[in-house]
């Protein structure tokens, strides 16, 4: 990690008609303690320093009520000075930045080039859920060199997943990927569920014994014909009786015909010998097994269907769940490759939260907290590390104690108000 800079310091402060304040001017120096009553000035100097470096957001009443506009200066120990003029209500009309004799061009732009998003109050990121500031503390391991969308897209079983947004941080990027993973196998395993459900409701209406193969090479064809040629048959048979009885009713009337007719009686009883009544009700119960067998492969085949489909299913959840396991230990290889973890005791758990020395943020101590906003305010702060902190009075005194320790072992200018009794007193802490 480089080297910062040498951090810069204010060590006087001016200003006219700030608040309650008429005229200001006031020599500090490292960290600075502002104590009085409520009322006698403390916010008006914070808010002045902040106007000064920030000049946006402020309250509409910081120019003294009945002035037309209030005039803030602050000079550094480098020699380099601010100074900015408020129109009333609140709102900047010149800016000026002064730095080794000469005028800067965009001071504002200079000015925000100096300070971090909470260099002038850390409270700020405490107040935060413990969502938001683990995305604060996730955007100080930078990652883009060291996973990239061709890793994104292997450990997303080969290709891009829809729901996530792959532009976002890696580590978030990995949550969403592993949630659109649990997603999939989630809808695979209910599908395979219920599949299964079906594949043995099917098998349960297939008797034992049953031969598929046999059933599936069967023909209905060949059954059919024999029981319409049977039928036929016994047609024919019915009709020859028929003729017979007739034949025989007709022999005492026709005697002139008795040869002929005993002839055809001869040879109707040969026919009838050697073509005997077929019972077709066998044929009818092949026909209706057949398609009672029919109906069983049927089913059959429907169940092995299922069970290649179960197959595939269990195939693609098992390969899902790799794809979760590689997903869930990423982070914690990303976070060991880097040379400097952003934060000392930074790790992030199963819920990719982020975490200090495994304790998730929304379960730290109030100390712990304002340990952590210390020391992003300082993560995020550049060459002008200022810290403005209102109202040291709503912290116990042991917390009280672990800020002003942190505080002065810091490279940041602090100032810090309590709600005391008296008037307005400025000294150093």
Known sequence: MMNKPEPKRITRLRATNVGGLKVVDVKVGKDTLLTGAKGVGKSSMLEMIRAVLVGKGLRADLVTIGEDNAVLLVDFADGMSI????????????????????????????IDALLGPYACNPVDFCNQSAKEQGAMILALADMDDVIGLDDYTALSGGELLDGVDYQQHPLLVLADIEKALFEQRTV?????????????????????????????????GDLVDKQTAARQHNKDVEGDRRRLELVRSEIDNLREQLKSAEEQQGTLNEWLEENAWIDTIVLDQQIHDFQEQQDLLRIHDSANTIQVELALLSNRSECITELLDAVRVKPAELLAGLDELPIEGMGIDAEYGVTINGVPL?????????????????????????????????LDPESQAQLREKLIASDCQCFVTKVTAGELVIEEW
């Open 83 to 110: 100074e900015r003029t408020l129109n009333a209500p609140s709102k900047t009309a010149t800016l000026s930045v002064e730095k080794d004799g000469m005028k800067v061009m965009k001071p504002q732009t200079f």
């Open 188 to 220: 695979i395993n209910r599908d395979t569920k219920q599949k299964r459900g079906a594949c043995d409701e099917l098998r349960e209406d297939i008797p034992e014994g049953f031969d598929a193969e046999a059933v599936a090479d069967a023909t209905l």
């Open 362 to 394: 929304g379960d730290l101590s109030d100390g712990e907290r304002i340990d952590l906003a210390i020391e992003i305010a300082l993560r995020y702060a550049g060459e002008l590390p200022i810290l403005l902190l209102n109202g040291l009075e709503a």
